[in-house]
């Protein structure tokens, strides 16, 4: 199967959804991205890279206008300017570490959606307008009901493609606000309805609550799928960090149960591994807005206990991955979660999944929806959306 490993390197910006951010990609032409291929290292990044800058258009140096005002982290000597602009920002608020938090209170936590918005404001950068309506639904699970939140375009045609979509936050902080911009960013772009599940969260709900939880979601909108003008035979899942390891899950759930498979799945940053220990959690142990001690206290919140970490819906990396669907990994090189991802692809590809794999160099965890500030995050966005479209298009 063919598998692709490319890295992108740049001098700009970062971060997670903004209301805007995503969108920015509809408002703006597109122009092909350049792609170099190479061969991944286990636990290093490939030194083959595309640099964005060579070529850059108006709309691309619009979107990289935010400046730092001091120097690089120890930990990022190639972090991009935006990018650093918004984690000074983020940093400015003094917030206190969440590992030093309960649950209750590191969600009350500023979060880089919040200092993105603080930077938009302060350097006059509009917000596209909305191409979407939305609508809340209720989702019946175990032991109760969870909410969630569903994107139709307002363009295109029904029926839809569907895609149910999870959010991040180490399975316990965020919510589907913090991460509209990706699932309206989706929704437009594809011209899918998108279904974001806020599934319950830890330390209230642990293992595997949140698992269980987003399979049924993913089960209820095969179900529903017509009735919000979506076509249930064209579904995809797709999920950021804790969502990414989700929507993995919830993809071997449906292989195990004989459930319909999603056609694609594209995983940003995804949990994949228990193991705090691999190259990229040694080098980026403190970065931001993601390090290593926020990934123990995600485990320890989430985890009944450790022998979790061992359970192929935590550790991906070891799970039996054959019969899976198409899978896009999107992975950032200033970031714990690097090695795994790269490990991830690996994975895959020796088990007969095709995958497509980057790594984007100079931005950090959760720089996804940053395409109003950051160009890698425009060419990330491109890369989940092509590859969406051409799985509903078979």
């Given amino acids: 199967m063919e598998k692709r490993i490319l890295t992108f390197a740049r001098k700009g910006g ?48 619009a979107a990289s206008s935010l400046k730092p005002t001091g120097t690089k982290p120890a930990w990022a000597d190639t972090i991009t300017g935006p990018m650093q602009a918004v984690i000074e920002k983020l940093a400015s608020y003094n917030a206190k570490p969440i590992p030093q938090l309960t649950a209750k209170q590191a969600r009350q936590n500023p979060t880089p959606t919040t200092a993105v918005m603080d930077l938009m404001k302060e350097n006059n950068m509009p917000m596209p307008p909305s191409k979407v309506d939305t609508v809340g ?37 965020a919510d589907l606000d913090t991460y509209d911009a990706s699932a309206k960013g989706l929704a437009e772009q594809t011209e899918a309805v998108v279904i974001s599940v806020a599934y319950r969260q830890a330390p209230e709900n642990k293992f595997p609550t949140a698992h269980n939880d987003s399979f049924a979601a993913y089960k209820w909108a095969l179900k529903n799928a017509a009735s919000l003008k979506g076509d249930p035979k064209r579904v995809a899942v797709v999920g950021e960090s804790a969502g990414g390891n989700l929507a993995a899950a919830v993809s071997m759930m449906a292989r195990d149960q004989k459930v319909q498979m999603p056609l694609h799945q594209v ?3 995804p949990i994949a591994s228990y193991n705090t220990n691999s190259a990229s959690y040694q080098q980026y142990a403190s970065a931001k807005p993601l390090d290593k001690p926020m990934m123990e206290w995600f485990f320890k919140q989430y985890l009944r206990t450790p022998a979790d970490g061992k359970n192929p819906w935590i550790n991906l990396v070891g799970a039996n991955l054959k019969g899976l669907p198409p899978t896009t990994i999107i992975n950032a090189q200033l970031d714990p979660l690097q090695t795994e991802g790269q490990q991830l692809a690996q994975r895959f590809d020796s088990t007969g999944v095709d995958v497509n794999h980057k790594v984007f160099n100079g931005v950090t965890h959760e720089f996804f929806g940053m395409a109003s500030v950051l160009r890698e995050a425009k060419y990330a966005q491109e890369m989940a959306v092509t590859d969406l479209k051409k799985a509903f298009e078979k």
């Avoid at 636990?43 to 108006?58: C, F, I, M």
């Fill in 14 to 61: 970062f971060i997670l959804a903004t209301a805007c951010s995503f969108l920015v990609l509809s408002c703006e032409s597109k122009r092909p991205v350049e792609e170099t291929e190479s061969v991944s290292r286990e636990g290093a990044v490939d030194t083959t890279a595309v640099d964005l800058d060579a070529d850059a258009d108006t709309s691309d140096q």
């Fill in 137 to 173: 639904k209720k989702i019946p699970v175990t032991g109760g009901q969870i909410h969630a939140r569903v994107y139709t375009p307002k363009t295109g045609t029904a029926p839809y493609p569907v895609i149910v979509y999870y959010h991040g936050g180490g399975w316990v902080i």
């Fill in 267 to 269: 995983l940003v940053y």
